[in-house]
């Protein structure tokens, strides 16, 4: 690994180890300033409606000045943000710390960016590769944190959290090299060519795939502190152990099971098994009325997140021609932001006024939809061989 890698894999690590460290605690901390599960989906959702508006911006930003800024500036945000949640006294100023954190969240795809430098096109894959080991650490070691800390007080994992995103933002300033460019991975503002590229029937087709998947994960993630606190009496260092052990199991699947299955039936039929998987997951969590019925009931889900996530992300690119893959990738993030954006809102907003079982099963319904969607979904000969020319 080259100097330029393991630096990016050692910041993204330890950002993502902050975020993790939130996750499993902001229903709880929200709740003690009195938010209601739907103000807390708000504060989950407002996240990433800055971020889905902030990005475009940060993109252009860092094609002409430069990744290392925006990184710097983006891990910093992130730093200020936590602080913030660390010394609020109301929801209002909750809601302040997420947008400050959301407009300034550039940090991931910058990175991508970063790595779209310093790599060729052959080493690429691999590259990316090391961020998706960092996000797999990272949200195992976050929560796991989070777990241990909330017994101190619920500030105490936010403090950590902000404490390890100032060393990532340290690390970046100090050590990481800025890039010459060699191709501007952001292609510039996504709002103005998504038009375009929704008029084509196939990335029409794709894009809501991508939405109504990321719509459905963002339902699940939302709530389940609040699900596994209503039904099971979970409390921070519960929810968070739990994080943790759903995100070892990912790890697992995603080193171990992914890229064989891929191999040997395809991209396509392995996203259908992860929707599958997903779906069934979600229904037995609504079934289960034990902890140890609950934790079984993860085993499917994380075999449906698994396989889901690398393989969607895969779909989209092959709608894309070689020209314009920064363009769709670019479009795809929009959309799944939207996604991150209205999930949250519905899944915590129906858990409060329905049940905590509405949330798990409007969104395996939403999975079931986006398997009709996939099902429908062919690529012509001559698309697949402009997708292998570009590659």
């Not at 209601?36 to 996240?47: H, K, N, Q, W």
């Not at 990005?55 to 891990?75: C, E, Y």
Request: hydrophobic share 55%.
């Amino acid at each position: 690994m080259t100097r330029p890698l393991l630096i990016i894999f050692l910041t993204i690590f330890v950002n993502l180890v902050g975020f993790g460290i939130i996750i499993p605690l902001l229903p709880f901390y929200a709740e003690t300033f009195g938010a209601s599960p739907t103000v807390i989906g708000l504060l989950f959702a407002v996240f990433s409606l800055c971020q889905l508006a902030a990005a475009p911006a940060l993109g252009d930003i860092s094609d002409h000045h430069g990744r290392r800024p925006v990184l710097v500036f983006s891990l910093l945000g992130t730093v200020i943000s936590f602080v913030m949640l660390a010394v609020a006294h109301s929801v209002a100023m909750l809601f302040a710390a997420r947008i400050v954190d959301g407009l300034s969240g550039g940090n991931i795809s910058t990175a991508r960016a970063y790595v779209a430098d310093v790599t060729e096109p052959k080493d690429r894959a691999r590259a990316y590769g090391l961020i998706g080991a960092a996000f797999g650490l990272g949200f195992i070691l976050g929560p796991a944190l989070s777990g241990v800390l909330a017994k101190i007080s619920y500030t105490a994992p936010i403090w950590a959290a902000a404490a390890v995103t100032l060393v990532a933002t340290v690390m970046a300033w100090a050590w990481l090299p800025e890039t010459v460019h060699r191709a501007h991975a952001g292609t510039g503002n996504p709002f103005r060519y998504l038009p375009a590229l929704l008029h084509r029937p196939l990335v029409r087709r794709v894009l809501l795939i991508d939405f109504t998947y990321w719509f459905a994960f963002a339902v699940f993630q939302t709530t389940f502190a609040l699900f596994a606190a209503r039904r099971f009496g979970f409390d921070v260092s519960r929810t968070g152990y739990f994080f943790a052990g759903f995100g070892i199991l990912g790890a697992i699947i995603q080193g171990g099971f992914i890229r064989p299955i891929v191999r040997a039936i395809g991209d396509k039929p392995t996203f259908i098994l992860g929707l599958v998987c997903g779906a069934v997951g979600l229904v037995s969590a609504t079934l289960a009325h034990s902890v140890a019925a609950f934790a079984l009931a993860l085993v499917p889900l994380a075999f449906g997140i698994g396989f889901g996530h690398p393989t969607v992300s895969s779909l989209v690119s092959l709608v894309a021609r070689g020209d314009e893959q920064g363009r769709v990738q670019g479009a795809a993030s929009a959309v799944e932001s939207l996604g991150r954006t209205v999930g949250p809102i519905w899944g915590n907003s129906s858990l409060e006024r329905f049940s905590e079982s509405t949330p798990y099963i409007s969104a395996a319904a939403i999975l079931l939809l986006t398997l009709l969607l996939t099902v429908g979904f062919h690529i012509t000969d001559h698309e697949s061989a402009a997708t292998a020319t570009a590659q």
